[in-house]
Nanobody
Framework: QLRLVESGGGSVEAGGSVTVSCVASGPRFSLHGMGWFRQAPGKERENLATISWNGGETWYRESVRGRVNISRDNTKNAVYLKIDNLKPEDTAVYYC????????????????????WGQGTQVTVSS
């Protein structure tokens, strides 16, 4: 399976923007559905966005729709998540996930806790 490494988190003021990145190593990245989820202390994992293998299909969590954008660059084995108008409640560890079965299976695996993801990157939003 793919090895995933996230980066780009940090401390940001409310109202600002952040782009988190994920670089994958391993076979056939371009055939994997990719996604981002987050987990705040004491809370469940939240799927935020997923993208199909060729970027042609995206899905966003309703509560963040309009503030986040997921994209991928198959030439770089990379997937990105940009979050605008950050709020303190966006504070969490952000994880990149991959699933060769596609985006819907990815979202299910994330909620079940048995998917493939990296170590995460912390985003902290101050008010």
């Amino acid at each position: 399976q793919l090895r995933l490494v996230e980066s780009g988190g940090g401390s940001v003021e409310a109202g600002g923007s952040v782009t988190v990145s994920c670089v994958a190593s391993g076979p056939r990245f371009s055939l994997h559905g990719m996604g981002w989820f987050r987990q705040a202390p004491g809370k469940e994992r939240e799927n935020l966005a997923t993208i199909s293998w060729n970027g042609g299909e995206t899905w966003y969590r309703e509560s963040v729709r309009g503030r986040v954008n997921i994209s991928r660059d198959n030439t770089k084995n990379a997937v990105y998540l940009k979050i605008d108008n950050l709020k303190p409640e966006d504070t969490a560890v952000y994880y990149c996930a991959a699933d060769s079965r596609g985006p819907e299976a990815l979202r299910v695996a994330v909620m079940r806790g048995d998917g493939n993801w990296g170590q995460g990157t912390q985003v902290t939003v101050s008010s």
